[in-house]
Structure formats: C-alpha cells, structure tokens
C-alpha cells in the first residue's frame, strides 16, 4: 500500500487546510487510519485517528474541538479538515494505516505511512 498525502500550504491563523491521503489500492476495510506531524526538531506526534468504518475518531488534545478526521472507503482516501489554525500546528503532516480495526494514538501501531505534506501557519 502506498499512501499520498496532499493538501498542505501556507495559511493565516485561524485559516482552514483540508488534508487528503489517498492509498494506491483499496486498502483494507478491516484498518484505522491516522493523522501524524512533525514539527522541526520536535518528535512525531499523533494528531488523529479513525476506525475502519469510519465510525469512531480520536484526536489530539491539542487539536480536539479544530480538526475532524474522516474516511471515504469508496475511495480509498482520509481527510483530515483543520480550522482555527494557530501557528503552532506547523508541521509536516503524515497519514498512516494502523494494523489494527480500531483508533489508536501509538506510532508503533501503524505499518503503512505517506510522505507528508507541509503545513505552514503564519501568525
């Protein structure tokens, strides 16, 4: 599986970015997906997960209430819609295939990652 990450750029605080990671095949129904970033010389975090129906989601403190992630199994793409961004959400953002059904905030738990996408918010 071959995940494409896309939809980053440059945006003012408090702008909108809508993410997308669309998987090379169908990916598998039975997977949660995730959302990750990384800031410079920070540590990759977790931002957002989703079940494999798509059903139940996880986020973030710190993106809770701003960001909502979604799947189109149809497909084969997760969003990831970000709004009242504040500078401190630029990153790179990475999209992931868990090997597991559920939603989960481990690194360790993910097989499959995209190349990432830059976000960059101005202040």
């Known amino acids: 599986v071959q995940l494409q990450a896309s939809g980053g750029g440059l945006v003012q605080t408090g702008g909108s970015l809508r993410l997308s990671c669309a998987a090379s095949r169908r990916t598998s129904s039975n997977n949660g997906m995730g959302w990750f970033r990384q800031a410079p010389g920070k540590e990759r975090e977790f931002v957002a997960a989703?079940?494999?129906?798509?059903?139940?989601?996880f986020y973030a403190d710190s993106v809770k209430g701003r960001f909502t992630i979604s799947r189109d199994n149809l497909k084969n793409t997760v969003y990831l819609q970000m709004g009242g961004l504040k500078p401190e959400d630029t990153a790179v953002y990475y999209c992931a295939q868990s090997l597991f059904g559920g939603t989960s905030s481990s690194h360790g738990d993910y097989r499959y990652w995209g190349q990432g996408t830059q976000v960059t918010v101005s202040s």
């Open positions: 989703v079940n494999w129906r798509g059903d139940r989601t």
